[in-house]
């Protein structure tokens, strides 16, 4: 068992070829062996050559790239001077590879069933008719509905956590001996992510398959992986069982990426509930209701917020958490004037906002100011960083010339860029200094209000905790009100004081951060806290023990004018009155502000919250 | 999917709609009106008058318009101002010629050109997709009359085959034969077409290679030619029927040149002669009808798109 | 479900640290290639260079006048090469090397000329339509499709049928006939822009139309459409070539390459060489597959293909 090994890279290295002709490291000599039945975790942040040695697991490398010595063996045979041809033999069948995205790895021309079985009858192990049954049982053991008649779909037919399961099918169909995932959950919805985790997670096991297991996440290293490979900079930093690193690290590398993985909510004693409040928020939405399409009767055809309200106060952070599509973003356009509400009405301190941009006059432009969530997009690749912060600098305060150029290196000293960067252009940054810049622009017109739209959701756990840091200690020093944003209950519960869970487009509760995490009201909400993952091995089977609801992801989305929209996903709904009647606001303790919209009060869902466990973050 | 194809057959309307009035106004703007271009400088203003009031050019511009569209539609193109033939039937001979043809390229040219396309997007770099792109990227540049005249010096002087000159009458011919008769023209605009599709369909595959589904087929061992013809092929399909369409739209509309060279009677060297003796009417016709082809076969190439997309075929 | 802790076997491994390197945030892509021409984008380079200095010192450094006689006193239609007519003599008894010359400067002057119309007006519609909102983008759009849906040649020959030919006239038709093209050409582009979040942010931030497209849109939007100016500048000087070569173009006796191919086709009959056809075809030949060896390396340039990798 012991010299039972599947893969090996024995001190493997890849280079870039650059256009003159060099030839630039990226991964700099690399030892690791994946042993049979054995799941072996890459991690590290972006750009540390995790997705490219996990590749020469596939005798592939990326265009650009090459092998450039050692090996990299699969079952005894070195794959870094094989031939394509001799290497096609191997790929699909003795190891398979998961992708990021399944959606983007599906061949949107052909149906899903052709592309499970395609390797195995490719290669002539399976006929069309046993590959076909092997898909069929793989589809039910990775819990697919409609296993029967699943494959006779197009990709764009099926849901984005089905298709991700589907890759999976598509991967051990041809009952390979090393499985290769790439952050295969990384583009989920926390509460699908859970479910297709397990379904990874028991696949492997029964059939008996290695893997290499790639992902900057550690709290998913924890439930999945036996043995850990720390990566920075194409080199190992640390390497070893999976509770040693995560509760023994010794490279001070693996303890900053512990530390970031594991922020602590924010519990601060100056977020503490003031029961009269002595000047009014610098924010406030009432009663929005806003949606897309063409308008009538008022109404937009589309409507995606139902009555929303919220409120931040100077120096606070309101956090803003839920799945994609539950209607964030628009939250957000909405206060900033891109998207006029169809009824409802944004406040500013003490003036209340004409709805749409272009009444709004340059002053109330300035006091509110947004952050986008891509910098790639949201930074002009034809402008110098100076000029991205140069231009709100003169368009709101009039300055020019020497003062400008002060107050730009003031600016990129506020969120730790070195001055140098001034003459920069965006693509000469990483990718965390550009979200720095980004924010900068927003400072630049300092602002009353900043609204950052999933800030750090495009970066890793390292990077975005660093631009966290940089977020609490602008809000310490500019005293900005901000409205926080996020699909990630961890991030954001780390960062605001406030917590607004928004579902399909309403507000299911909201609260004080440490009051919602403590004592969660909303079914959906203790869903959502269930499904953060915590970074302690054994926590993935408990939490599906503890599962709080029949179903768990998130495909089936209901909207209706009236009723409550998570109903066809929660445990306790009531027949006849939850799919009917909007469910009233309540408060969980009298005189605070910590509320929620469900028909059971308080001590009814008391009932359902013993569960065998309980659940922090 | 159907609403999307009834929408684009709305546009395809509205374009001629629109082409039909641009042609309208484009002809009452030109000096002279077709009474005068008839009668000739000396006419008296009587007969002109007479002329106008029985060909309704004293009615106002829309009646003008609306009866001239009516009775295009209808298949009445009015009389050509020289030689007072039907227009309609003038043109009918000529379409035979350029349909054989063009029919007789898009037949060969067509076929040839793509798979020598997708051939070289499979191997792309190696000699043979660098002989076939360096030819394609020299011919699409060249014009017609420098491909032509290469053909002629070849064929006609150095091989002594055939006449610089396409003349007699096609009745009675079989495929073979009119493939003789015309073989000199059909060859130039195979060439000049081939250029084309090569480049666009060779370009249509590479661009799916980039993305990361046919990374996955590598993935997965899947050889080289079914990663081309089942994984990139189909999702090239697109832009391929586009090119083809855009090609076929030339090849009835626009290959003035290779008439006026070889000197056959076709379409192009009839709007040729129709703007040459200032035979407004014969132009308007002609316009219609190109404008009227080149939207029809954008269509088909479109709803075709539409077809060979499953998000379309297959919605949600 | 039970827990799977069977505890792994392997070792545990630290790489050697100090306590003062820190761990820089890791850049996370490639910075671009820089752009470099091939050995055939090169030859293409060399070929418009050449012909470029030809059109600009044409008409000074040619051997004889646009329409002189090397040799007045004889009958000398068709002449093959030699001393006094290099390149022979044409259907008049010309210097055909001189004509040439001559034609260089006007078939590239006014295409290039045309091309730039195209252009200006191309590129404003197009940016124009996209930031005046949809339905002003509708309209013009169909209009465009209207435009676009007639065959160029046949548009050329009826405008300049009608008007007469003159230069002036020439430049101005093939101008407005491809302005259609670039205005969908920028248009795309610009759409592609205008989606960006940058733009919006400039929005949001109340800054006005004009800077929008100043300086938000347009130096996007310059890089992919100077790219395809080499492109259209082919399409129009063979347009400009081929109404030449209908007689429609260029006026006799004023040289231009796709007039000289026609006045000289009876030279591949009965001519003493073919050179009088060969030369100006070679030439618009040359010069037009030389601009797309160098369009073909600047458009290749953008993104590697895994097609290698199969
Ligand atoms: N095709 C390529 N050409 C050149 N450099 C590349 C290419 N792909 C990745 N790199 C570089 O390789 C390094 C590691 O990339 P990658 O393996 O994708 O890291 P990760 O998986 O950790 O995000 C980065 O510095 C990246 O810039
Ligand atoms: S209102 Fe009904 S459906 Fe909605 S959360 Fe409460 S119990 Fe569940
Ligand atoms: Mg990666």
New interface residues.
């Given amino acids: 068992m012991m010299d039972d090994i599947v893969f090996q890279a024995k001190n493997l290295q890849i280079h870039a070829m650059r256009d003159d002709g060099s030839e630039l490291p990226i991964v700099k000599g690399v030892d690791f062996k994946v042993h049979r039945g054995e799941v072996v975790a890459l991690i590290g942040e972006s750009g540390s050559g995790k997705t490219t040695i996990s590749l020469s697991a596939l005798g592939y490398c990326k265009p650009g790239l090459k092998f450039a010595g050692g090996q990299a063996e699969l079952l005894g045979q070195d794959l870094t001077n094989m031939t394509t041809d001799a290497l096609r033999p191997l790929r699909g069948q003795r190891v398979a590879y998961l992708a990021q995205s399944a959606a983007a790895t599906f061949n949107p021309a052909l149906k899903i069933n052709e592309q499970v079985t395609e390797a195995p009858v490719i290669h002539g192990t399976k006929t069309q008719n046993d590959a076909n049954l092997r898909a069929l049982e793989l589809y039910r053991a990775l819990e697919l509905p409609n296993a029967d008649t699943i494959g006779d779909r197009y990709p764009h037919q099926v849901s984005g956590g089905q298709l991700q399961r589907l890759m999976a099918a598509m991967a051990l169909c041809g009952d390979p001996d090393l499985l290769v995932l790439d952050e295969p959950t990384t583009a989920l919805d926390v509460t699908t992510q859970i479910e297709v985790l397990k379904a990874f997670k028991k696949v492997i096991r029964d059939e008996g398959a290695a893997a290499i297991y790639v992902t900057h996440d550690l709290a998913l290293v924890a439930q999945i992986a036996d043995y850990i490979v720390v990566l920075y900079n194409g080199e190992i930093k640390e390497k070893g069982p999976t509770d040693v690193i995560i509760n023994n690290p010794q490279h001070p590398y693996t303890k900053r990426l512990i530390a970031a993985s594991r922020l602590e909510p924010q519990t601060q004693h100056s977020a503490q509930e003031q029961p009269a409040e002595i000047e009014p928020p610098a924010l406030t939405t009432t009663q929005i209701d806003a949606g897309y399409g063409p308008t009538k009767d008022g109404r937009p055809l589309v409507q995606i917020l139902h009555d929303v309200d919220l409120s931040v106060q100077r120096g606070q952070t309101v956090g803003v958490i839920g799945e994609s599509g539950s209607g964030k973003s628009t939250l957000a356009r909405v206060v900033a004037g891109l998207l006029p509400p169809a009824s409802g009405s944004v406040v500013l301190a003490d003036e209340t906002l004409p709805p749409a941009l272009a009444q709004r006059n340059r002053d109330q432009l300035r006091r509110i100011q947004f952050v986008y969530q891509m910098a790639d997009t949201a930074l002009n690749p034809r402008q110098r960083i100076r000029d991205i912060l140069g231009r709100p600098l003169e368009f709101y305060t009039g300055v020019s010339g020497r003062e400008k150029k002060d107050k730009i290196d003031e600016l990129l000293e506020m969120v730790d860029l070195p001055k140098s960067f001034a003459g920069r252009y965006p693509h000469e940054l990483s990718g965390g200094q550009k979200q720095r810049v980004n924010l900068a622009r927003a400072l630049a017109a300092s602002p009353d209000v900043i609204l950052c739209d999933e800030v750090t959701s495009a970066l890793d756990s390292i990077v975005g905790a660093n631009v966290i840091a940089l977020l609490k200690d602008l809000r310490e020093r500019t005293g900005i009100a901000s409205v926080f944003i996020s699909h990630d209950l961890s991030t954001v519960a780390s960062y605001a004081e406030h917590l607004v869970v928004l579902y399909a487009g309403r507000v299911v509760e909201s609260g004080l951060t440490h009051q919602v995490l403590s004592n969660p009201q909303h079914p959906y909400t203790r869903l959502l806290i269930a499904s953060v993952p915590e970074m302690r091995i054994g926590w993935l089977e408990d939490a599906a023990k503890a599962r709080i609801t029949p179903t768990g992801t998130s495909d089936n989305k209901f909207s209706t004018a009236s009723g409550c929209p998570f109903m066809p996903r929660c445990p306790m709904v009531i027949d006849n009155v939850c799919s009917r009647v909007t469910p009233p606001r309540r408060q969980a303790n009298p005189g605070s502000n910590h509320g929620f919209a469900c028909h059971h009060d308080v001590n009814a869902l008391a009932v359902e919250t013993v569960s065998p466990e309980s659940h922090q973050i | 999917m159907l609403s999307l194809i009834a929408k684009r057959l709305g546009i395809g309307l509205i374009t001629v709609l629109a082409v039909s009035i641009i042609i309208f106004l484009g002809t009452k703007i030109l000096p002279g009106d077709a009474a005068e271009l008839r009668l000739g400088q000396s006419a008296s203003a009587e007969n002109l008058a007479v002329l106008r009031e029985r060909l309704g050019l004293d009615k106002p511009y829309w009646q003008q318009y609306l009866s001239w569209l009516v009775n295009f539609v209808q298949g009445d193109m009015g009389n050509s101002l020289s030689g007072d033939t039907p227009i309609s039937g003038l043109i009918a001979d000529r379409y035979q010629n350029t349909l054989i043809v063009s029919g007789l390229t898009a037949l060969i040219g067509v076929p040839i050109s793509v798979a020598l396309g997708v051939m070289a997007a499979m191997f792309p770099g190696s000699t043979y997709d660098r002989v076939l792109t360096f030819t394609s990227v020299t011919l699409v540049a060249a014009p017609e009359f420098f491909t032509a005249t290469l053909l002629v010096l070849f064929f006609v002087l150095f091989l002594g085959m055939g006449s610089t000159i396409v003349s007699g009458s096609t009745d009675g011919m079989g495929l073979f034969e009119l493939i003789q008769h015309f073989a000199l023209p059909i060859t130039t605009l195979c060439f000049v077409i081939a250029s084309q599709l090569i480049r666009m369909s060779r370009a249509a595959v590479l661009n799916v290679m980039a993305s990361p589904y046919i990374e996955m087929a590598i993935l997965k061992g899947i050889p080289r030619r079914r990663i081309i013809l089942r994984h990139a092929l189909l999702n090239a399909i697109g832009p391929i029927v586009n090119v083809i369409a855009l090609n076929l739209a030339y090849l009835i509309t626009g290959v003035i040149v290779v008439e006026i060279y070889f000197s056959y009677q076709g379409l192009a060297t009839l709007i040729v002669q129709g703007v040459q003796t200032r035979d407004f009417v014969l132009v308007q016709s002609l316009g219609m009808i190109f404008c009227a082809t080149y939207v029809v076969i954008m269509l088909i190439a479109d709803i075709a798109a539409i077809l060979a997309n499953p998000r379309q075929r297959h919605p949600k | ?15 050697p ?1 100090d ?1 003062v ?1 820190s ?1 820089e ?10 752009f ?1 021409l091939t050995f ?1 984008g090169k030859i293409g380079a060399v070929v418009v260079t050449f012909w470029v200095l030809i059109a600009l010192l044409g008409p000074f450094i040619a051997p004889l006048g646009e329409n002189e006689l090397p040799f007045p006193d004889a009958y000398s239609e068709f002449q093959a090469p030699q001393p006094g007519a290099w390149l022979g003599t044409d259907v008049d008894d010309r210097d055909v090397l001189s004509r040439l010359m001559f034609g260089a400067s006007r078939t590239l002057g006014i295409a290039f000329a045309a091309t730039i119309i195209a252009y200006f007006f191309g590129v404003i519609l197009g940016i124009g339509a996209i930031v005046a909102g949809p339905k002003v983008d509708l309209v013009v759009s ?2 465009n ?3 676009m ?6 548009l050329g ?2 405008v300049v ?2 008007v007469g030919s003159s230069i002036p006239i020439l430049i101005l038709t093939a101008g407005f006939i491809y302005t259609t093209v670039v205005f969908r050409l920028a248009r795309g582009i610009g759409m592609d822009i205008i989606v ?3 733009v ?8 006005g139309i004009w800077w929008i497209v100043t ?2 849109i347009w ?2 939007a310059a890089m992919p459409l100077i790219s395809d100016f080499g492109l259209r500048l ?1 399409i129009v000087i ?1 347009f400009i ?2 109404l030449g ?2 007689g ?1 173009g260029v006026q006799p006796p004023q040289a231009d390459w ?1 007039s000289m ?1 026609r006045e000289n086709l009876g030279a ?2 009965y001519g003493e060489s ?1 050179l009088p ?2 030369a100006p ?2 030439a ?2 040359t010069l ?2 030389g ?3 160098v369009v ?1 390396d600047i458009s290749s340039h953008a ?8």
């Fill in positions: 479900m039970t827990h799977h802790s069977r505890p792994s076997t392997q070792e545990h491994y630290v790489a640290f306590d390197t761990f945030e890791l850049k996370d892509a490639p910075p671009p290639a820089k470099k055939m169909r209009i499709d209207a435009f849906s007639l065959p160029t040649i046949m020959l009826v049928a009608a960006m979040d940058y919006e942010a400039a929005k949001v931030r109340g800054d300086r938000e130096p996007n082919i063979l070539s081929s070569f209908l429609l796709g191919v591949l009959q073919y056809v060969i075809a070679v618009i030949a037009t597959v601009i797309n060896l073909d993104g590697r293909k895994l097609s290698g990798r199969m």
